[in-house]
């Protein structure tokens, strides 16, 4: 399965998991405005411990205690897709420095999709899309740079 993060909006986290035939397992969408940072890791783990209830309601198998990234979850990442522009240029570090680190230390690819605010908004769903068909074609870890899509803005002392 694929990891998608989208931090590009500085208001929300949108992440999910991905099956190979694009089918997603999970959804999240977080408020998060301007706390990227402070929720993006804790996120992440929720969306892993939701698809694990998932699935063990569908095997019923039920379990007492709570579990925190269960062991052998990350072998089942195949590949991290991440947004990585246009959009704030905090937000966007977040996620993408966040992402690299996840793809790697997992060492498996992460590729990186954008969206063009010109033509449309695309919905996470199709950068999902788009990003699982650039992910076939890579093989190991690659570094992932993010497009912020204008200039800095830096204010000038007076």
Known sequence: MYLFINTSNNKFISL???DAKGKILVYK?????????EKLLTAIE??????QQEIKKKKFIRREQKFLFPAGFWSQILGII??????GFTSLRIGIATA???AWALQIP???VE???DVMELQDKQLISIGLNKIKKSKKFKQILP????????TMKK
């Open 16 to 18: 999910a998991l991905a």
């Open 29 to 37: 969408k977080i408020k998060a405005e301007y706390q990227q940072a």
């Open 46 to 51: 929720k969306i892993i411990v939701k698809y």
């Open 82 to 87: 991440v947004v990585q522009g246009p959009g």
């Open 100 to 102: 690299n680190a996840l």
């Open 110 to 112: 992460i590729v990186g």
């Open 115 to 117: 969206w063009k605010k």
């Open 147 to 154: 497009k912020y899509g204008s200039e800095p803005n830096i």
